[in-house]
């Protein structure tokens, strides 16, 4: 069975730009997680998605926003880039909101020039 | 305001030792704890999962613990082996759907 899926691998882009980041959960899961991680820390937790509907988020600014398709497949946007945006972001997916272990994607390896 | 520490940030230790790696949050209110490996560039692989109603949790070499009352949790690796050399990181999930991680614990095991 496949993993949780993430695209693109890497990706360059330059200060107010846009980026689209898109997560394809374990086939069964219902819940998807999106996470921004620092090069020397810990993720740190942006959205969750739970039945197309969001469950949860974390303090990030309007600029970040995200969505599910009836798939379970999602997609993350980032708006007006800026130079701190550059990190790894990781989605996870798991089959319901809270009791199950997150399953983590290889991530997305986003810089911001 | 919630917040999950690891301690210690770096641990060097020869193959064969047992080796805890720790974990402590400030809201005792958590849903689940979940311990996590990272090899450098890639992904979180899930380790053990402990519910809160647990105490703890067991995998092969691996043993997790959970106390919430003091806001604690071990990561107890036995006859620890060079490819457990990673980061380990521990994260909080509290009731209102919010997930927190650690900075983790930077692992290497020498031959």
């Known amino acids: 069975d496949a993993g949780v899926t993430q695209s693109p691998t890497h990706l360059i882009k330059t200060r107010g730009q846009h980026v689209t980041l898109r997560c394809s959960p374990i086939s069964g899961h219902k819940s998807v997680s999106w996470y921004q991680q620092v090069l020397g820390q810990g993720p740190q937790f942006i959205f969750q998605y739970y039945e197309k509907e969001e469950r949860g988020r974390g303090n990030f600014p309007d600029r970040f926003s995200a969505r599910q398709f009836p798939n379970y497949s999602s997609e993350l946007n980032v708006n007006a880039l800026l130079l701190g945006d550059s990190a790894l972001y990781l989605c996870a997916s798991s089959l319901a909101v809270r009791t199950d272990t997150q399953y983590f994607g290889p991530g997305t390896r986003l810089t911001v020039l | ?111």
């Open chain 2, 1 to 111: 305001k919630q917040e999950v520490t690891q301690i210690p940030a770096a641990l060097s230790v020869p193959e064969g030792e047992n080796l805890v790696l720790n974990c402590s949050f400030t809201d005792s209110a958590i849903y689940n704890l979940q311990w996590f490996r990272q090899d450098p560039g890639k992904g979180l692989t899930s380790l053990l999962l402990i519910q809160s109603s647990q105490r703890e949790q067991t995998s092969g070499r691996l043993n997790a613990s959970l106390d919430k009352s003091s806001g604690r949790s071990t990561l107890y690796i036995a006859a620890s082996q060079p490819g457990d050399s990673a980061t380990y990181l521990c994260a909080v999930l509290y009731n209102f759907n919010k997930f927190y991680f650690g900075s983790g614990t930077k692992l290497n095991v020498k031959p």
